[in-house]
Protein backbone atom coordinates (compact mmCIF):
# COMPACT_ATOMS: atom_id res chain seq x y z
CA UNK A 1 0.00 0.00 0.00
CA UNK A 2 2.91 2.45 0.81
CA UNK A 3 6.52 2.62 1.06
CA UNK A 4 6.51 2.98 4.85
CA UNK A 5 9.04 0.19 5.67
CA UNK A 6 7.53 -2.29 7.79
CA UNK A 7 10.42 -1.73 10.76
CA UNK A 8 8.89 1.46 10.81
CA UNK A 9 5.61 1.18 11.40
CA UNK A 10 6.76 -1.68 13.78
CA UNK A 11 9.10 0.40 16.00
CA UNK A 12 6.41 3.04 16.35
CA UNK A 13 3.42 0.24 17.03
CA UNK A 14 5.97 -0.65 19.94
CA UNK A 15 6.53 2.90 21.35
CA UNK A 16 2.63 4.17 20.73
CA UNK A 17 1.47 0.36 22.88
CA UNK A 18 4.09 1.94 25.54
CA UNK A 19 2.92 5.14 26.33
CA UNK A 20 -0.56 4.34 26.14
CA UNK A 21 -0.40 1.54 28.94
CA UNK A 22 2.11 3.69 30.74
CA UNK A 23 -0.86 6.50 30.39
CA UNK A 24 -3.94 4.43 31.31
CA UNK A 25 -4.70 4.09 27.56
CA UNK A 26 -4.61 0.78 25.12
CA UNK A 27 -4.65 -0.04 21.33
CA UNK A 28 -7.29 -1.81 20.29
CA UNK A 29 -6.31 -5.68 20.44
CA UNK A 30 -6.57 -6.24 16.37
CA UNK A 31 -3.15 -5.49 15.90
CA UNK A 32 -2.95 -5.81 11.97
CA UNK A 33 -5.46 -3.29 12.09
CA UNK A 34 -3.41 -0.93 14.47
CA UNK A 35 -0.46 -1.22 12.31
CA UNK A 36 -2.74 -0.33 9.37
CA UNK A 37 -3.77 3.02 11.19
CA UNK A 38 -0.06 3.57 12.19
CA UNK A 39 1.34 2.81 8.40
CA UNK A 40 -1.70 5.63 7.83
CA UNK A 41 -0.57 7.56 10.32
CA UNK A 42 3.35 7.45 8.54
CA UNK A 43 1.59 8.15 5.35
CA UNK A 44 0.13 11.20 6.18
CA UNK A 45 3.12 12.47 7.94
CA UNK A 46 4.75 12.34 4.59
CA UNK A 47 1.94 13.82 2.95
CA UNK A 48 0.90 16.61 5.36
CA UNK A 49 3.66 16.34 7.49
CA UNK A 50 2.07 15.55 10.54
CA UNK A 51 -0.37 12.46 12.13
CA UNK A 52 -3.64 14.04 10.70
CA UNK A 53 -6.27 10.81 11.72
CA UNK A 54 -6.10 8.29 8.75
CA UNK A 55 -9.79 7.74 8.93
CA UNK A 56 -10.59 11.94 8.71
CA UNK A 57 -9.96 13.44 5.34
CA UNK A 58 -7.23 16.41 6.67
CA UNK A 59 -7.52 19.64 4.83
CA UNK A 60 -3.57 19.91 4.88
CA UNK A 61 -3.30 23.10 7.03
CA UNK A 62 -2.61 22.18 9.99
CA UNK A 63 -4.01 25.13 11.81
CA UNK A 64 -7.42 23.91 10.82
CA UNK A 65 -6.00 20.25 11.16
CA UNK A 66 -4.85 20.63 15.11
CA UNK A 67 -8.44 18.89 16.33
CA UNK A 68 -7.77 16.24 14.17
CA UNK A 69 -3.98 15.50 14.74
CA UNK A 70 -3.92 12.17 16.42
CA UNK A 71 -4.48 11.53 19.24
CA UNK A 72 -7.10 13.97 18.52
CA UNK A 73 -9.14 16.40 20.62
CA UNK A 74 -12.13 13.76 20.46
CA UNK A 75 -10.63 10.60 21.31
CA UNK A 76 -11.81 11.03 25.38
CA UNK A 77 -14.75 11.44 24.58
CA UNK A 78 -15.31 9.06 22.18
CA UNK A 79 -13.92 5.99 24.70
CA UNK A 80 -16.28 7.62 27.72
CA UNK A 81 -19.28 7.52 24.83
CA UNK A 82 -18.28 4.42 22.68
CA UNK A 83 -15.37 2.75 23.88
CA UNK A 84 -12.86 3.52 21.03
CA UNK A 85 -11.86 6.48 19.46
CA UNK A 86 -13.14 7.45 15.85
CA UNK A 87 -10.76 5.46 13.80
CA UNK A 88 -10.50 2.56 16.27
CA UNK A 89 -6.46 2.94 17.49
CA UNK A 90 -7.13 3.57 20.82
CA UNK A 91 -9.86 1.71 23.02
CA UNK A 92 -11.85 1.06 26.37
CA UNK A 93 -10.63 -1.70 28.96
CA UNK A 94 -13.87 -3.86 28.12
CA UNK A 95 -12.81 -3.82 24.42
CA UNK A 96 -9.01 -4.25 25.01
CA UNK A 97 -10.18 -7.62 27.32
CA UNK A 98 -12.25 -9.02 24.24
CA UNK A 99 -15.60 -7.96 26.05
CA UNK A 100 -17.07 -5.83 23.55
CA UNK A 101 -15.82 -4.99 20.01
CA UNK A 102 -15.74 -1.46 18.07
CA UNK A 103 -18.67 -0.35 16.11
CA UNK A 104 -18.57 2.61 13.66
CA UNK A 105 -19.25 5.75 15.07
CA UNK A 106 -20.29 9.30 14.44
CA UNK A 107 -17.78 11.54 14.00
CA UNK A 108 -17.99 14.26 16.72
CA UNK A 109 -15.86 16.28 14.76
CA UNK A 110 -17.78 19.62 13.74
CA UNK A 111 -18.46 19.64 10.01
CA UNK A 112 -16.56 21.66 7.41
CA UNK A 113 -19.12 24.24 7.59
CA UNK A 114 -19.36 24.50 11.27
CA UNK A 115 -15.65 24.48 12.04
CA UNK A 116 -15.84 27.54 9.34
CA UNK A 117 -18.46 29.01 12.09
CA UNK A 118 -16.11 28.66 14.89
CA UNK A 119 -13.30 29.43 13.98
CA UNK A 120 -14.83 32.99 13.48
CA UNK A 121 -16.12 33.36 17.04
CA UNK A 122 -12.98 32.35 18.55
CA UNK A 123 -11.20 35.46 19.86
CA UNK A 124 -7.75 36.15 18.88
CA UNK A 125 -6.44 36.33 22.40
CA UNK A 126 -7.16 32.49 22.44
CA UNK A 127 -4.79 31.59 19.78
CA UNK A 128 -2.12 32.94 21.58
CA UNK A 129 -0.68 30.06 23.73
CA UNK A 130 2.00 32.07 25.42
CA UNK A 131 2.40 34.94 27.60
CA UNK A 132 -1.04 34.96 28.96
CA UNK A 133 -1.21 36.69 32.81
CA UNK A 134 -2.67 35.32 35.92
CA UNK A 135 -6.30 35.49 36.31
CA UNK A 136 -6.68 37.62 39.78
CA UNK A 137 -6.33 35.81 42.68
CA UNK A 138 -3.93 33.64 40.93
CA UNK A 139 0.07 33.37 40.54
CA UNK A 140 -0.29 32.05 37.39
CA UNK A 141 -2.61 31.25 34.33
CA UNK A 142 -3.85 27.81 33.36
CA UNK A 143 -3.32 25.73 30.57
CA UNK A 144 -5.93 22.84 29.24
CA UNK A 145 -4.82 20.02 27.49
CA UNK A 146 -7.64 20.01 24.68
CA UNK A 147 -6.67 16.56 24.31
CA UNK A 148 -6.70 15.02 27.59
CA UNK A 149 -7.46 17.49 29.78
CA UNK A 150 -4.43 18.21 31.69
CA UNK A 151 -3.95 21.43 33.39
CA UNK A 152 -0.96 23.43 34.09
CA UNK A 153 -0.61 26.61 36.14
CA UNK A 154 2.51 28.31 34.44
CA UNK A 155 3.23 31.45 32.40
CA UNK A 156 3.27 28.92 28.80
CA UNK A 157 1.71 25.39 28.30
CA UNK A 158 4.63 22.99 28.60
CA UNK A 159 5.90 22.14 24.80
CA UNK A 160 4.31 18.54 24.85
CA UNK A 161 1.53 16.76 27.46
CA UNK A 162 3.09 14.83 29.95
CA UNK A 163 -0.01 13.11 30.05
CA UNK A 164 -0.68 12.37 26.09
CA UNK A 165 2.31 13.81 24.32
CA UNK A 166 0.30 16.24 22.68
CA UNK A 167 2.26 19.16 21.82
CA UNK A 168 2.05 22.71 22.85
CA UNK A 169 -0.33 23.86 20.48
CA UNK A 170 -2.71 21.70 21.56
CA UNK A 171 -3.31 23.74 24.78
CA UNK A 172 -6.19 26.63 25.71
CA UNK A 173 -6.25 28.77 28.32
CA UNK A 174 -8.05 27.42 30.72
CA UNK A 175 -8.19 29.95 33.56
CA UNK B 1 -12.00 6.43 -10.04
CA UNK B 2 -10.63 3.13 -10.02
CA UNK B 3 -13.69 0.00 -11.19
CA UNK B 4 -13.37 -3.38 -9.69
CA UNK B 5 -14.76 -6.26 -11.62
CA UNK B 6 -17.98 -8.24 -10.35
CA UNK B 7 -21.81 -8.92 -10.07
CA UNK B 8 -23.60 -5.90 -11.52
CA UNK B 9 -25.85 -4.58 -8.96
CA UNK B 10 -26.16 -1.39 -10.13
CA UNK B 11 -24.15 1.56 -9.98
CA UNK B 12 -22.18 1.37 -6.42
CA UNK B 13 -19.79 4.00 -5.83
CA UNK B 14 -17.29 3.50 -2.80
CA UNK B 15 -15.48 7.23 -1.39
CA UNK B 16 -12.95 6.27 0.86
CA UNK B 17 -9.67 7.61 1.76
CA UNK B 18 -6.26 5.05 1.43
CA UNK B 19 -5.12 5.76 4.71
CA UNK B 20 -8.60 4.54 6.79
CA UNK B 21 -8.93 0.94 8.38
CA UNK B 22 -12.90 0.97 8.31
CA UNK B 23 -12.61 2.41 4.35
CA UNK B 24 -10.43 -1.02 4.08
CA UNK B 25 -12.79 -2.85 5.74
CA UNK B 26 -15.66 -1.48 3.43
CA UNK B 27 -13.72 -2.61 0.69
CA UNK B 28 -12.65 -5.75 1.43
CA UNK B 29 -16.46 -6.78 1.74
CA UNK B 30 -17.27 -5.52 -1.70
CA UNK B 31 -14.75 -7.47 -2.63
CA UNK B 32 -15.71 -10.65 -0.80
CA UNK B 33 -19.27 -9.95 -1.87
CA UNK B 34 -18.11 -9.77 -5.74
CA UNK B 35 -20.27 -6.74 -6.32
CA UNK B 36 -18.89 -4.48 -8.92
CA UNK B 37 -18.04 -0.93 -7.84
CA UNK B 38 -15.89 1.95 -8.25
CA UNK B 39 -13.49 2.71 -5.68
CA UNK B 40 -12.42 7.00 -5.37
CA UNK B 41 -9.83 7.68 -2.78
CA UNK B 42 -10.50 11.11 -1.89
CA UNK B 43 -7.32 11.56 -0.05
CA UNK B 44 -5.09 10.95 -2.95
CA UNK B 45 -6.94 13.66 -5.16
CA UNK B 46 -5.58 17.33 -4.98
CA UNK B 47 -6.88 20.53 -6.43
CA UNK B 48 -10.36 21.00 -7.79
CA UNK B 49 -10.59 17.52 -8.59
CA UNK B 50 -10.47 17.06 -4.92
CA UNK B 51 -13.10 19.61 -3.91
CA UNK B 52 -15.25 18.34 -6.70
CA UNK B 53 -15.43 14.82 -5.00
CA UNK B 54 -15.57 16.32 -1.92
CA UNK B 55 -18.96 18.11 -2.94
CA UNK B 56 -20.01 15.34 -4.35
CA UNK B 57 -19.52 13.28 -1.02
CA UNK B 58 -21.21 15.95 0.73
CA UNK B 59 -24.45 15.84 -1.59
CA UNK B 60 -25.23 12.30 0.49
CA UNK B 61 -23.42 12.90 3.65
CA UNK B 62 -22.78 16.58 4.54
CA UNK B 63 -20.03 15.53 6.94
CA UNK B 64 -18.30 14.45 4.45
CA UNK B 65 -16.96 11.34 6.52
CA UNK B 66 -15.50 8.00 5.31
CA UNK B 67 -16.45 5.45 4.22
CA UNK B 68 -19.36 6.98 2.66
CA UNK B 69 -21.34 4.37 0.17
CA UNK B 70 -23.57 5.61 -2.69
CA UNK B 71 -25.71 2.84 -3.91
CA UNK B 72 -27.91 2.75 -7.74
CA UNK B 73 -27.85 6.81 -6.93
CA UNK B 74 -30.61 5.43 -3.98
CA UNK B 75 -29.26 4.81 -0.81
CA UNK B 76 -26.30 6.28 0.83
CA UNK B 77 -24.38 4.29 3.38
CA UNK B 78 -21.48 6.41 5.88
CA UNK B 79 -19.29 3.60 8.06
CA UNK B 80 -18.41 0.01 7.96
CA UNK B 81 -21.98 -1.91 8.52
CA UNK B 82 -21.84 -4.76 7.35
CA UNK B 83 -25.52 -5.56 7.84
CA UNK B 84 -26.60 -2.24 5.83
CA UNK B 85 -24.53 -2.92 2.92
CA UNK B 86 -25.38 -6.65 2.45
CA UNK B 87 -29.09 -5.53 2.53
CA UNK B 88 -28.68 -2.45 0.56
CA UNK B 89 -27.44 -4.47 -2.54
CA UNK B 90 -29.49 -7.61 -2.01
CA UNK B 91 -26.83 -9.85 -1.43
Redesign the interface.
Known sequence: ?SDIPPEKIETTFKKLDADAEKFGYHLSPDTD?VK??I???L??EE?YGYWAC?????DGDKADDLDIVCPCDYRDADLNEFGACY??LYVSDEIKRGDAQPE??P?RRP??SERKIEKAQIPVQEDEASGAEAPSGLAYPVWRCKVCGYLAARDDPPPVCPICKATKERFERFM | MEHVDGIDKGKVVLYALSTCGWCKKTKNLLNELGVAYEVEFVDKLAGEAREACIKEVAKWNERTSFPTLVIRDEICIVGFKEEEIKEALGV
Open positions: MFELEGLINTPCRLACAPIDSY
